[in-house]
Every structure is written in structure tokens, then in C-alpha cells.
């Protein structure tokens, strides 16, 4: 079996592979600030190229939305991020682990997500203080968009 171009020689799948981000991807970025897990970006940055802002008026393949509790209504903006969002896009809602400053409770996730219109499909490390629930809009309303 052969690694793909984003898979170490071991064939451990890289942070943009487990992401899904291909070369040419728009991404948007919603929520930074320093905490942020930069080997993350990084990563991102490196398959997709640049990683847009929320201001941008393309629609974006993916939403990375940094969230950490007290950061607002997270229904408002899991709303948000969808606006730009392509048909079959995917928002990456991190959040800090638990024990860490600003951890979110993984019911509020499950009570926000399909309140705005997503659904949760799986949940990954994104980093040493950073976990990922990867949100889709379900696929009746894809359909409907």
C-alpha cells in the first residue's frame, strides 16, 4: 500500500488529511486569536494555500471556527459560518479539551449543531489543547439549498 502526497512514509494521515483539505480548497477562518493551535494552521495552510477570513465573499469548502466558551452564541455563529458555505462544505467547530481555559461542553456542541441547521459526524484531536466535531447540514437540506 503507497501513502498518498499528504501521508507521512509510515502512513500516519496528516492534520490536513484528517481534515479533508485538498490543494485549492477555500477555507475560512473564523475565531482566531493566539491560543490558537498554529501547527494546525500551518498544516492547512500548506495543502490549501492561504486561509481566508470571515469578511471574504467566495464560498468556502470548509469553516475552521475556533470556539471557547464565552465566546458567544455559538448557534449565531455556527449560522454565521454556513452563509459562505458551499453545498457539500464542512465546518470544523474546534474547541479546547477539557481542562483547558475555555473548554465547551460536548452537550452544548450537541444541542447548538442541529439548532443551526448541522449535523455532528465525528470528532477528532486537533492538536495537544485542541479537539474537532466535524458539522455538516444534513443530507435533506443539502439537497433543498
Known amino acids: 500500500?503507497?501513502?498518498?502526497?499528504?501521508?507521512?512514509?509510515?502512513?500516519?494521515?496528516?492534520?490536513?488529511?484528517?481534515?479533508?483539505?485538498?490543494?485549492?480548497?477555500?477555507?475560512?477562518?473564523?475565531?482566531?486569536?493566539?491560543?490558537?493551535?498554529?501547527?494546525?494552521?500551518?498544516?492547512?495552510?500548506?495543502?490549501?494555500?492561504?486561509?481566508?477570513?470571515?469578511?471574504?465573499?467566495e464560498v468556502v469548502d470548509a469553516v475552521l471556527l475556533w470556539y471557547r466558551d464565552g465566546d458567544g452564541d455559538l448557534v449565531d455563529l455556527l449560522v454565521d459560518a454556513l452563509t459562505p458555505l458551499a453545498d457539500n462544505g464542512?465546518?470544523?467547530?474546534?474547541?479546547?479539551?477539557?481542562?483547558?481555559?475555555?473548554?465547551?461542553?460536548p452537550s452544548d456542541i450537541s444541542e447548538s449543531a442541529p439548532t443551526a441547521g448541522l449535523a455532528q459526524t465525528t470528532t477528532l484531536s486537533a492538536g495537544k489543547d485542541w479537539g474537532a466535531a466535524r458539522l455538516v447540514a444534513p443530507k435533506a437540506a443539502r439537497s433543498k439549498r
Open 90 to 105: 464542512v465546518v470544523w467547530l474546534l474547541t479546547p479539551k477539557a481542562g483547558r481555559d475555555g473548554h465547551v461542553e
Open 1 to 57: 500500500m503507497s501513502a498518498t502526497a499528504g501521508q507521512a512514509a509510515d502512513g500516519v494521515r496528516s492534520l490536513a488529511d484528517r481534515f479533508g483539505v485538498e490543494p485549492d480548497m477555500v477555507v475560512m477562518e473564523m475565531g482566531y486569536d493566539e491560543d490558537v493551535d498554529h501547527d494546525l494552521r500551518d498544516a492547512l495552510i500548506d495543502r490549501c494555500g492561504e486561509l481566508v477570513d470571515e469578511d471574504t465573499d
